[in-house]
């Protein structure tokens, strides 16, 4: 079983930056492929930059390309998303995600309890 438990979301003006963070345990991080989806409200949850176990494979939403940047530390067990550039159309709850499986996946069988972004126009 894996957990997972995401940090660093926030409150920020249009224009601003923010970096999320996610700690997973209970699994072989490496074998990992490790993702951050979104869900705003009234919508379904949308697959934002995944990041896979040997860094050959990393994908971004185009709605995020240019301006988000997913990493990943595997001797720390973590993944984060620094977002720059933020729109008030980024406003969501982020998950962090983990799959053993396909990294093309659009849903990843592992989820965090979620941290929410907020930004303001």
């Known amino acids: 079983q894996v957990q997972l438990v995401e940090s660093g979301g926030g409150s920020v003006q249009a224009g601003g930056a923010l970096r999320l963070s996610c700690t997973a345990s209970g ?3 490496r074998l990992l492929c490790m ?10 949850r949308e697959r934002v930059a995944v990041f896979g176990p040997t ?21 720390k067990d973590m993944i984060y998303l620094q977002m720059n550039n933020l729109k008030p159309e980024d ?7 983990a799959t053993q499986y396909q990294c093309s996946s659009r849903t990843f069988p ?7 972004v907020t930004v303001s126009s």
């Open 55 to 75: 860094g050959s494979y990393i994908d971004y939403a185009d709605f995020v390309k240019g301006r988000f940047t997913i990493s990943r530390d595997n001797d």
């Open 35 to 44: 993702g951050w989806f979104r869900q705003a409200p009234g919508k379904e």
């Open 110 to 116: 592992y989820s965090g309890q979620g941290t929410q």
């Open 91 to 97: 406003t969501a709850m982020y998950y962090c995600a």
């Open 27 to 29: 699994y072989i991080f």
